[in-house]
């Protein structure tokens, strides 16, 4: 895999995760049924790419709706906890670039763009949240308004007690487990 091209192998790979998990989730996405995913999925190889750097990186994508307006099925990473491939990052690149030891390797916002996806916004986590319980031991950073970014915040959710919350930080922090989610329009 490079340059955002998959093999025939790692297409046929990222089809059967994906089918398969669809089968097994079918409370996420009611009155869709797989046929009609795949062939959008076999038509944007881009958009395949991006949803198995999804899976490589522990996301474990699913389609979690369908957009009436536009027809395109909307993909969210359930895995249980923040994905491992993308915890201990900080925000984004200013943040990065403001932190003058101890590093993060990355940041959540160039690795989301990187990887063809958009970090979650708080709304969509809360969506996320009605379809089961998501980051009861980890928390993941969601799309922070600018006004709040502006002022050196930023901000993530988790679930504990049974309940939703959101924080906020300095966006230059990053914890173990602290990563990110991300949604893709296929």
Known sequence: MSNGTLSKKQRDEILRALQSRFEKNMNRHKDLAWPPVQAKLEASAEKLWSLNEME????EP?????????????????????PKGRRS?????????????????????????AMGMELLTEEQYRELQKLGSFDTKTSSWVKTPSDIRKLG??????????TVFLYHNGAESYYAARGFRGSLRV
């Open 56 to 59: 490589r990186t522990g996301g």
């Open 89 to 113: 990052v900080c925000y984004d690149r200013e943040a990065l670039e403001s932190r003058k030891e101890n590093k993060p390797a990355s940041n959540a916002m160039d690795m989301a763009a």
């Open 62 to 82: 699913d389609v979690v709706g369908n957009d009436q307006k536009t027809g395109e099925h909307i993909f969210y990473d359930c895995s249980a906890e923040s």
């Open 153 to 162: 915040g930023a901000l993530f959710c988790d679930r504990r007690y049974n």
